[in-house]
């Protein structure tokens, strides 16, 4: 087994820049997601980059990184793989979401109409707006817990016992696999929790059971070189697969909250959860498991794109909300700022020896 796939990388930095994407749309949703600016009209043909996004891109990126968990663990021991998740990962979530994170939460005070009474004392006005500032560092709190659980799961399953079986397994054998990794992922969706309470509405939120069966399923599954033949092969039935699935859940499901769990623990959101992560991950091992300058560069970059694209994303939208301009005037430029904003503020941070720490737990400045 090789220790580094291209593809993966590929279609991590891929799958990021549909974050950024996706979140211009989400902050100008009407459909009632939480946290989002607030839309144009009731109903607006736009929403369905969100309602099309959100079933699967997260649950790409959790299987993606489970996957890159194996072939990192080939390489470190436990105790480097630890120390170092410490660093990239806790790190970024805790000492940079005080040292970054909280002009966020102000953002988010803010166009929430939420200001914080101007006698409150400065330091507890900091507090606040970290607290309100997690934003998307939740994928990587996340991640650092299951990357400490994996720790202990691997002690008890083998990996690479599992993926001796699946070498060894018929080509059915591995469909099956397949349709139990679909039963896996609608069973973990049902752990959302109906009529929640704000503290349950972020458990719901950040989903950690079901993104948990991603990433382990990443790290047993999808790291096995079999399996990355498998999915290349079939790329083409796939992709027409996700297709009618995303018209299938569109049908059904479109200009509702796709966050409820209504949606998200339906059988039609689970499949088009499934058809898109295995279209992805076939299409990419078949036609992008190739590296360029470009590819270098944005797989460096990808993960601090990740972590400052919310901030730029929601200053410019909520300034471009009110600026007169046409409606695909105002969507053309909260992309163009946000994708050129997250580029230059990255480039920027990252060069700063005490803030290329303190936000994307980086020990040397990564030049392109």
């Not at 489970?66 to 806790?90: C, D, I, M, V």
Request: glycine share 8%; proline share 4%; net charge positive.
């Amino acid at each position: 087994m090789k220790n580094r796939y291209h593809f993966l990388d590929n279609l991590r930095w891929a799958t990021v820049l549909l974050v950024l994407f996706y979140h211009v749309f989400y902050n100008y949703n009407s459909l009632g997601v939480f946290g989002a600016i607030g839309g144009f009209a009731d109903h607006q043909w736009q929403d369905i980059f969100c309602t099309l996004l959100n079933p699967w891109f997260m649950t790409l990126l959790f299987v993606v990184a489970g996957a890159s968990s194996r072939y990192a663990l080939q390489r470190r021991t436990p105790q480097e793989f630890r120390r170092e998740r410490t660093r990239k990962l806790l790190v970024p979530s805790t000492i940079g979401l005080m040292v970054f994170g909280w002009v966020l939460g102000w953002l988010n005070m803010t166009i929430a109409n939420a200001p914080i009474p101007e006698d409150v004392p400065l330091f507890v006005k900091w507090l606040i707006a970290v607290a309100s500032g997690t934003g998307p560092l939740w994928f990587i709190q996340n991640l650092f817990g299951f990357s400490l659980l994996l720790l202990l799961v691997r002690k008890v399953v083998d990996a690479d016992k599992v993926d001796r079986w699946l070498t060894n397994l018929p080509q059915w054998g591995v469909g099956l696999v397949m349709v139990g990794f679909f039963g896996l992922l609608w069973l973990a969706s049902q752990s959302q929790i109906d009529n929640p309470t704000a503290a349950q509405g972020l458990f719901n939120l950040h989903r950690p059971v079901f993104y948990l069966v991603g990433f382990l399923c990443g790290y047993y599954i999808f790291s096995s070189e079999r399996l990355h033949r498998y999915l290349a092969e079939r790329a083409e039935v796939l992709i027409v697969a996700a297709v009618v699935a995303a018209v299938a859940f569109c049908t059904k499901f479109y200009g509702k909250d796709y966050t409820s769990p209504e949606v998200v623990q339906g059988f039609w959101c689970n499949l088009y959860c499934w058809a898109m992560t295995l279209a992805m991950l076939g299409a990419f091992r078949r036609w992008a498991d190739t590296i360029s300058p470009f590819a270098n560069y944005m797989s460096r970059s990808s993960f601090g794109l990740y972590i400052v694209h919310m901030t730029v994303c929601t200053a410019a939208c909520w300034w471009l909300k009110t600026s007169g301009l046409p409606l695909w005037g105002t969507y053309t430029a909260a992309l163009a700022l946000t994708f050129i904003g997250s580029f230059l503020l990255w480039e920027i941070l990252h060069r700063i020896p005490l803030l290329r720490w303190c936000i994307f737990g980086i020990k040397k400045s990564r030049r392109a």
